[in-house]
């Protein structure tokens, strides 16, 4: 799985980040473990060996994907990834919930955010991958 064609695991230094625009409404982040890249659509954190811990963005961008399928509704990713997840609030202010897939053997989680008012088409508006 990976979004913008990037996978989890993968080092910094392998990718190329002028393809993407600077958000300019958030500050990069630097802690003694982590390192937080914020661009359009697109959120990318990495740990101070250069390891790629978290990767999010907006799924109306379509960046998000399982082997070049895209994932822009709850039904794509249900029928990619199966019926396995625990589904949860997310941001109750927002009326946000998350389907939430984890990976046990690679310890790894993928959420994907959507609107749990909408019944109807159940668009997926946050996808994140990360470690844990």
Not at 40 to 64: A, C, D, H, P, R
Not at 79 to 105: E, M, P, R, T
């Amino acid at each position: 799985m990976s979004i913008n064609n990037i996978p989890l695991s993968k080092n910094i230094t392998e990718i190329d980040l002028t393809a993407y625009k600077k958000n300019p409404d958030f500050n990069d982040k630097h802690t003694k473990d982590a390192d937080h890249r914020y661009f359009e659509n697109f959120l990318i954190v990495y740990s101070s060996s250069g390891e790629i811990m978290k990767l999010q963005t907006l799924s109306e961008s379509e960046f998000s994907s399982i082997s070049g399928h895209k994932l822009q509704k709850l039904e794509d990713v249900k029928n990619k990834l199966g019926n396995h997840f625990v589904d949860q609030s997310y941001d109750s202010a927002q009326s946000l919930n998350a389907i939430v897939y984890y990976d046990k053997i690679n310890r790894t989680k993928a959420s994907f955010v959507y609107p749990h008012n909408n019944k109807q088409d159940q668009i997926v508006v946050w996808t994140i991958l990360e470690k844990y």
